[in-house]
Nanobody
Framework: QVQLVESGGGLVQAGGSLRLSCAAS????????MGWFRQAPGKEREFVAV????????HYADSVKGRFTISRDNAKNTVYLQMNSLKPEDTAVYYC?????????????????WGQGTQVTVSS
C-alpha cells in the first residue's frame, strides 16, 4: 500500500501561482511513476501531468503545458506541481496518484493509488 497526502491548495487570483505537494509513504517511492489529475464539479477526472520514477521523463496535458511543472524529490518521498499563470478554468480538486509503471502513464486506470485531493480555486 502507498498512502498519498496532498497539500498546498487554496484560493488564488487569475495569473497567480500555487505549488502543490504530495507526500507518499508505505512503499519505495522511487518504484512509482507519479501523476497529478484534477476534477472540476460536474466533470470527469482529467490528467494534468506525470513524472517517471527517476524524474527523467515528464508529460503534460495540453491545457497546462508551459504553465505547470511537475517534479519529484525521491529523498523526501514527495512530488510537486508548480502551477503558474493560473486561470479560472484550472479550478478543481487536484489529486496525486502513483503508478507501478516504468513509463509515464496518463490514464486514470493505469494508477494504483490515489490521494484524497486538495482544492484549487482560481478567481477571475
Amino acid at each position: 500500500q502507498v498512502q498519498l497526502v496532498e497539500s498546498g491548495g487554496g484560493l488564488v487570483q487569475a495569473g497567480g501561482s500555487l505549488r502543490l505537494s504530495c507526500a507518499a509513504s508505505g512503499r519505495t517511492f522511487s518504484n512509482y511513476a507519479m501523476g497529478w489529475f484534477r476534477q472540476a464539479p460536474g466533470k470527469e477526472r482529467e490528467f494534468v501531468a506525470v513524472i517517471s520514477r527517476s524524474g527523467g521523463s515528464t508529460h503534460y496535458a495540453d491545457s497546462v503545458k508551459g504553465r505547470f511543472t511537475i517534479s519529484r524529490d525521491n529523498a523526501k518521498n514527495t512530488v510537486y506541481l508548480q502551477m503558474n499563470s493560473l486561470k479560472p478554468e484550472d479550478t478543481a480538486v487536484y489529486y496525486c496518484a502513483a503508478a507501478r509503471s516504468t513509463l509515464v502513464p496518463w490514464r486514470t486506470y493505469e494508477f494504483d493509488y490515489w490521494g484524497q485531493g486538495t482544492q484549487v480555486t482560481v478567481s477571475s
